[in-house]
């Protein structure tokens, strides 16, 4: 059983929705981002997703565009997010580590590289937002030779056929986008996640990860009752560029055990 199967199994056992969050890697500096993932892992995360730094991140908002282009003006590379990878694992850390990313510098690294490299230092798997099934076919197949997932991201525009196609190629879990546009925290939920949920369900039984817009404990206790996994991004960027140096980690460690603790779903009333 793979990592990503393992943590799904045990949140479900523990009757709460799995918690994934989010660190650019090279933001708030490249030496920081161990330091930022230590912190999310401090807050109880399940998984925690590394985003890789591109100068045209199409699915990102305001929040996440300026930490990669900060990460990029500092030379953050995707060998030195392989490199943040071979830290952790070097301490012990079991949590896992998934890349998302653009296709791009993956594809300029080589695919057989990547693949071969991410399985050698024990990455989860990838996120690649603009990676389309039909021109995924190689991706899908090199990281499946190599016991990765490739994770699919459905938005709420998703047609059925565009569902299935999506979930029929990857694994691991299906990011399920709470709404239509772009990353960065909101004050609400798309009243139309559930309809969209129960859609993506018909097609696959993985396990379905909703993100995008997700900033509020009220947030991660709403899609736990809807969901096997709630993601955390822009929220925790902000946190890292508004609070001070000395506290930025205590401080998101903190808003990441507010959400560990919404993650336990609520008992529903007999009718």
Do not use: W
């Not at 990592?3 to 969050?21: D, K, V, Y």
């Not at 943040?84 to 998934?98: D, F, G, H, K, S």
């Not at 996640?193 to 097609?203: I, M, W």
């Not at 506290?247 to 009333?269: K, N, P």
């Amino acid at each position: 059983m793979s990592r990503l199967a393992a943590t799904f199994a045990q949140t479900q056992a523990e009757n709460r929705t799995a918690l994934i969050t989010f660190a650019t890697v090279g933001f708030p500096s490249p030496a920081d981002t161990v330091h930022v993932v230590r912190a999310l892992l401090a807050g109880g995360s399940d998984v925690v997703e590394l985003g890789i730094p591109f100068s045209d991140p199409l699915a990102d908002g305001a929040t996440i565009q300026h930490a990669s282009q900060s990460a990029l003006d500092q030379g953050t590379t995707l060998a030195m997010a392989f490199d943040v990878v071979r830290e952790l694992r070097a301490e012990n850390v079991t949590t896992p580590l998934v890349f998302m990313g653009y296709y791009n510098p993956f594809l300029h690294y080589g695919l057989e590289r990547v693949v071969a490299e991410a399985a050698e230092i024990g990455l989860d798997g990838f996120i690649v937002p603009d990676l389309p099934p039909e021109e995924g076919q190689e991706f899908a197949r090199l990281a499946k030779a190599h016991d990765l997932d490739l994770i699919p991201l459905l938005a709420p525009t998703s047609t059925d056929s565009r569902i299935q196609a999506n979930v029929q190629a990857g694994s691991g879990f299906i990011y399920c986008v709470s709404l239509t546009g772009v990353t960065g925290a909101r004050d609400q939920l798309s009243a139309t996640l559930p309809d969209f949920l129960g859609r993506v369900r018909k097609h696959t039984d993985l396990p379905l990860a909703v993100g995008f817009g997700v900033s509020r404990p009220e947030h991660v206790a709403t899609i736990a009752q809807m969901a096997e996994g709630v993601v955390s991004a822009s929220a925790l960027i902000n946190i890292l560029e508004d609070t001070p140096a000395a506290q930025r980690y205590d401080a998101l460690t903190d808003l990441v055990r507010a959400m560990r603790a919404a993650t336990v779903r609520q008992a529903t009333a007999e009718t």
